[in-house]
């Protein structure tokens, strides 16, 4: 995809016409509407609804103008940037994470970074749910991210990225010191009836609770499992005893003397509970600041 075409496609949302574009743009109607099919082809999904007096957006059109008009913004705003930083040996790094877990790990690792390596990278952060994550890494919103990688890996199976290890360990439910199954042990698949199952995202997303039902021993239609869009919220009903919620243990938490952590047992075994964090790029992401990046972490284990 190019600039201009991305501009057509933007103008053909809001005017809902080829024609009315062409006319705007002095140039063919048939060229606009071939821009169009070429975008539609490129991206492997359909944009618009052609009837025969309208052009109307479908859903995934809807998001794309989304993505397309941020991604207009960001290249002309960095086009700005770059006449002040041209003359700068500085690397620009777009960094995203899912969750504040995965976001302090980031940022220790970025101290660590900088405290030490010899390539400098200015780095730009930004949360987001996973699926909104390798979006904008296939679209080149974002150089790369860390993802919770945990009980399905549909979401890193994509031709054009690469996934990195770069933390790992079990996910661990969360509950109440009150709640009378926080004396046991660890947990079974038929605790999880007690109360409700939180986890955190701050954007609608089913992937961990997809993922976290598919590593159970049975599909366990009991299992209430709830997404809350902050961690304090998360925290609070957990202390209160109203819910339980999975955590990413390994990764720093946040702390609470009202909860306690408890491994699940599902089948007899806790393997199913493992996780990792990969770090995600696309493959032809060459830029000198993700491989110097790729590279720290690599080496140092982190």
């Keep these: ?170 996910m661990v439910l969360g509950l109440s010191r009150r709640n009378p199954i926080a004396n046991k042990e660890f947990l079974t698949d038929q605790d999880l009836t007690e109360r409700p199952i939180l986890y955190y995202s701050n954007e609608s997303s089913t992937y961990l609770q997809t993922a976290f039902l598919a590593t159970l021993k049975s599909s366990n239609p009991e299992c209430q499992v709830q997404r809350v869009g902050t961690i304090e919220q998360m925290q609070a009903l957990v202390s209160l005893d109203q819910a339980m919620a999975f955590y990413p243990q390994g990764l720093p938490l946040f702390p609470s003397d009202e909860i306690i952590y408890r491994r699940l047992q599902s089948n007899g075994s806790f393997d199913s509970q493992r996780y990792t964090v990969q770090l995600v790029a696309r493959n032809d992401n060459n830029i000198n600041g993700l491989t110097a990046y790729k590279n720290f972490l690599t080496k140092h284990k982190y």
């Design 1 to 170: 995809m190019d600039i201009e075409q991305l501009k057509n496609y933007l103008a053909v949302a809001q005017l809902g016409s080829f024609q009315k574009v062409a006319d705007q743009k002095f140039i063919s109607q048939r060229t606009i509407s071939k821009q169009m099919t070429n975008l539609e082809d490129e991206l492997g999904v359909q944009l618009f609804f052609r009837g025969p007096n309208k052009i109307t957006l479908t859903n995934a059109g809807s998001y794309f103008v989304q993505r397309a008009t941020e991604l207009l913004n960001q290249l002309d705003d960095s086009i700005v940037k770059l006449h002040n930083i041209s003359q700068q040996n500085f690397q620009h790094l777009r960094i995203g994470y899912f969750s504040p877990f995965e976001g302090r790990l980031l940022v220790n690792h970025i101290h660590a970074y900088q405290d030490t390596a010899n390539v400098p990278i200015r780095f730009h952060v930004s949360e987001a749910g996973i699926e909104h994550l390798i979006a904008d890494i296939t679209m080149g919103l974002l150089d790369c991210a860390y993802i919770l990688d945990y009980g399905t890996h549909e979401h890193l199976i994509h031709a054009e990225l690469s996934s990195t290890p770069i933390a790992s360990g079990e």
